[in-house]
């Protein structure tokens, strides 16, 4: 191994560690807190216990989902920032958040969450891959990136029409609010059947972009460059973007919209890590897993009444970060 590869994984390992310790706390908090010696004890020995099933049926899972789901986004988030070269691009720029949030709106105002538990990531999961058909079908002849960000605002923006439009016919208030919530992304009362459900998803989309770093280098020299050093651009796009529908589509199933992680995790990647793609997407996925476990204990505030939902948190987190990020880049042009 190089000396600049030990470095790199010696930048890593701290994420690494961050990761792990919000974890820990994560299984430590809830409605009923716990004890740092007990949950270790459990996790070493588990036994048929009250507290062992507390951190084994109810937190591991929400855990496990919440890093899932958070290096997914960090990690699609730099993918795309890499592709389509723009510091303000996020998984939400191909419509497969908005196509995923569309599906789980359907399945509630169609009554099947009511009988069939799995139907609304189901549904979401059908309405993120249907978006994909659409945008390999409407971008796949020419594959550029003005056509694939032109392609994704246009299925973002039918989608999050459909999804207001589907609101407005809600059969009742209590619809209404169930997809209201919902959109509003949580990892509350999560089960190892969601784990089940969305896991070869992230984890297939996961293997995609874990080839994409090489591409993604040669593309900063420009795509005229790229090609002659034998990057195949129209494969490169292909596996990004099938990637990234595939584990966000599946994140988004599961917990909801989420916004910012993706968006925020890579920038901050790049302080620490320097602005070559290839270097980032493994800090942004450790990044965002570790941001979004954290975001997630603090929706366990006992703040009100009502618990805070976990897209709320991403916002206050992300919001004021990408007004800084477009003040840097107007500077930046002048």
């Given amino acids: 191994m190089t000396a ?14 961050l990761v792990f310790g919000a974890g820990f706390f994560s299984l430590l908090f809830g409605t009923v807190s716990l004890p740092p010696i007990e949950v270790f004890s459990s996790l070493i020995n588990p036994q048929d216990t009250p507290t062992d099933t507390i951190i084994w049926e109810i937190r591991m899972p929400r855990m496990i989902l919440g890093v899932m789901v958070g290096a997914s986004l960090g990690l699609s988030g730099a993918a795309l920032q890499g ?114 459900l969305a896991g070869p998803f992230i984890i297939l989309g996961w293997f995609l972009l874990a080839f994409v770093g090489r591409g993604l280098t040669a ?21 990004i973007i099938l990637g990234v529908s595939l584990s966000v589509g599946a994140s988004v199933a599961v917990c909801g919209t989420i916004g910012f992680v993706g968006l925020v995790m890579p920038h901050m990647a790049r302080r620490f890590f320097g602005h070559d793609p290839s270097q980032i997407l493994l800090p942004s996925a450790l990044g965002g897993a570790f941001l979004l476990t954290l975001a997630d204990l603090i929706t366990r505030l006992p703040i009100s009444d009502n618990q805070l939902r976990l897209g709320v948190i991403t916002a206050f987190i992300g919001a004021p970060f990408f007004l800084y990020i477009v003040v840097k880049t107007r500077e930046a042009m002048r």
């Fill in 4 to 17: 600049t590869r030990k470095i790199y994984w010696a930048r890593c390992l701290p994420l690494c560690l």
């Fill in 83 to 196: 592709l389509l070269r723009n510091p303000l691009a996020d998984p939400g720029v191909i419509g497969v958040s908005a196509s995923a949030g569309l599906g789980a709106v359907m399945a509630i105002y169609l009554g099947f969450t009511a009988t069939f538990a799995l139907a609304l990531p189901l549904f979401a999961l059908a309405g993120a891959l249907i978006s994909t058909f659409l945008l390999f079908t409407l971008a796949n002849r020419d594959a550029s990136v003005l056509t694939l960000i032109l392609v994704g605002i246009g299925i973002s923006s039918l989608a999050v029409s459909m999804t207001s439009l589907v609101m407005n016919f809600a059969p009742n208030p209590f619809s209404l609010q169930d997809m209201i919530l919902w959109l509003l992304g949580s990892l509350d009362n999560r089960s190892y059947a969601d784990i089940r």
């Fill in 219 to 239: 593309l900063t020299l420009g795509e005229d460059t790229a090609r002659t050093l034998g990057i195949d651009l129209r494969r490169l796009r292909l596996l």
